[in-house]
């Protein structure tokens, strides 16, 4: 990492002007009361600076919910490249950027996702510190420090923004405001600490999470499942909100002469009763409680043997978003481990 430097607030307009001059840049945006949406920005003033957790994660600008792979006609076929576009995504929480490092390693896998991966090279990403509310618990799930996939992240120490520089691209943009920006003195790296000291403090909600791995696979039989399938809707809701969530299904849709066509890829989710259904009627996870626990063991250990991390940043949103008040986690967990009475669950 590069040597941290420090933005007055009051500077913040050129910060701006020049993440302006690199592409679309997407922020937090007040959209109703209570909820707030990444969306393009065309001043500072749009910014909604107090936002927390956004309705979709950003990972919707590097895997979008719907997008054409292919095209074909008269037995011939494209393939559809992303639009060459630079986009600068502002305001992205730590709980966020941990889950697009672990998007990062998933879509570079083997066979690696090139549309998922272009996207990610035409951005740059900014980073900005937060306060959690009831709902968040980056914290136990290691996710509550800025990881790796940001370009710059900014922590808000007052009058000042404390900038670290992650990349390159971070490196020209500080650059181009070199007469504004100043490096990090002992102050301000003390003002650093002290924000993120009162941050860990403020954290209410949280779960231990050694064993997880044996917990889910013994407690397969828990009556909660059951009782949690009861009262769930299978509407879905809590995978398009999951920052790591990323199934999809591949659908064809013909043109009326028969001749043309073209492929589109569209999130899909896990919890849709047709997600498992395969030819002869016959469904894998039939019901709303098989559904849910395969979720949580996808969440809660599905990748350790695979990649060596959970798919969980503790963010929240699966469970501001439930509609049957059913999808908490923490609660989930805790009532496997003994350390809650399974009163919530009931139906
Ligand atoms: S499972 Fe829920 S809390 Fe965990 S990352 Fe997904 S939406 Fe956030
Ligand atoms: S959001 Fe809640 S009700 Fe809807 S599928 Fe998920 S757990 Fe079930």
Known sequence: MLKPVVLPKNAFKLFFQSLKGLGTVYAPVKVSEKSYSFKEVHSPEEIAFEALRTILPPKKFFYPQEETLIRYKNGDFEEVQP???????????????????????????????????????????????????????????????????????????????FIEIRSAKGVELIKSLAEKVSDANPENHEAY???????EAAFSHGLETENLRSLLDLEWENQIWDEMGKRCL???????????????????????????????????????????????????????????????????HGFDDAYGFKTCVGCGRCTESCPAGIDDIVQVVKILQGKKENKHYEP
């Open 83 to 161: 639009e060459k576009k630079f986009q600068v995504i502002f305001g992205v929480h730590p709980c966020d950027l941990a889950s697009l490092g672990i998007l990062d390693t998933i879509f570079s896998s083997e066979p690696a996702d090139s549309h998922y991966l272009k996207r990610r090279e035409q951005s740059l990403l900014v980073g900005l510190s937060c306060m959690p509310d009831k709902h968040c618990f980056c914290n136990a799930m290691n996710a509550d420090t800025a990881g790796s996939a940001y370009d710059l992240f900014l922590t808000d120490t007052g009058e000042e923004y």
């Open 193 to 199: 600490k002290e924000f993120w000291k009162k941050r």
């Open 234 to 300: 299978s509407c879905g809701n809590c995978t398009p909100v999951c920052p790591t969530c990323y199934c999809f299904d591949l659908v064809d849709i013909a043109g009326l002469n028969a001749k043309e066509g073209e492929r589109v890829r569209q999130w899909d989710s896990c919890q849709f009763v047709g997600f498992a259904q395969v030819n002869g009627d016959f469904n894998f996870r039939a019901t709303p409680a098989d559904r849910l626990k395969f979720w949580y063991r996808h969440k809660l």
